[in-house]
């Protein structure tokens, strides 16, 4: 009997071990999905995970953070679930997992909200499409209290390279790059809101001035940028003429 019990303690042991192992090894093959791309989230600058195991699967919780003029803003959480054996699943987004579609008679375009917040999503447009409009919103933020903190997506008339952007736009007040690999082709009569890109689903990286983007000597090709700062400080970025839309996005008071 006491031969019998060991037995079947080792293997437990050895049944657990091995789930752990497949679980394991399952977190590593997301986080080496993240690092091998660009990171996905216009103005996400970086993110926190914490995990929780089960017996047969681990939670992981994500924090996302934005930097909105110098300061950390969580954008969204995420929960998935890491199951030793099948695909990793998504769980819960609390900053929404549906799209509006309705087009906001101030703006002239249909405006998203982040669920968790109710800030503003911000939306790129691709170079080389004819849109029926472009949105100028930097001058609603440039106009905005003095004491807000305001996040802006600009979108460019054509994509540049890091030196070309930087010679162009300086570093100042731009927290990310949006990295566009792909452009869709419109087909005549499709509205303007199936080829806007939702800021959440674009990819890029964030940059800062301690590091200047445009030292890189990569090829990579830059469609537009997330910028942020009090209107005081966004002024400069209405004289940029390679500027073809801008989208109001985060605000918040700085004091």
Avoid: C
């Avoid at 399952?26 to 926190?48: F, P, Q, R, T, Y």
């Avoid at 054996?85 to 982040?114: A, F």
């Amino acid at each position: 009997f006491l031969m019998s019990t060991i037995s079947v303690l080792i293997l437990i042991f050895l049944v657990f071990r091995g789930v752990q192992y497949l679980i394991n090894k399952k977190i590593e093959s997301g986080m080496d999905e993240d690092l091998n791309s660009w990171s996905k989230g216009a103005g996400i600058i970086s993110h926190n995970t914490t995990f929780h195991y089960n017996l047969f699967s681990a939670i992981g919780e994500t924090v996302y953070f934005k930097e909105i003029g110098g300061r950390q803003f969580v954008w969204n959480k995420e929960t998935n679930e890491y199951p030793a054996i099948g695909r990793i699943k998504l769980v819960s987004r609390e900053s929404g997992l549906t799209e509006g579609n309705k087009v906001d008679e101030e703006t002239k375009r249909v405006v998203r909200y982040n669920q968790m917040n109710n800030e503003r999503i911000v939306d790129f447009y691709y170079p080389r499409i004819n849109y029926s409009y472009l949105p100028q919103e930097i001058d609603i933020a440039v106009g905005l209290d003095k004491n807000t903190l305001v996040e802006v997506a600009i979108s460019f008339d054509e994509p540049m390279t890091l030196k070309e952007l930087g010679n162009i736009m300086g570093v100042e007040n731009i927290d990310w790059l949006w990295v566009n690999e792909h452009t869709p082709k419109p087909t005549e009569g499709d509205p303007d809101l199936h080829h806007v890109l939702n800021g959440d689903n674009a990819y890029g990286y964030g940059v800062s001035e301690d590091d200047p983007y445009y030292n890189d000597e990569s090829e990579t090709l830059i469609s537009g940028a997330m910028i942020s700062g009090t209107p005081e400080e966004l002024e400069r970025f209405r004289d940029i003429s390679i500027i073809r839309a801008s989208v109001l996005g985060v605000t918040i008071d700085k004091y």
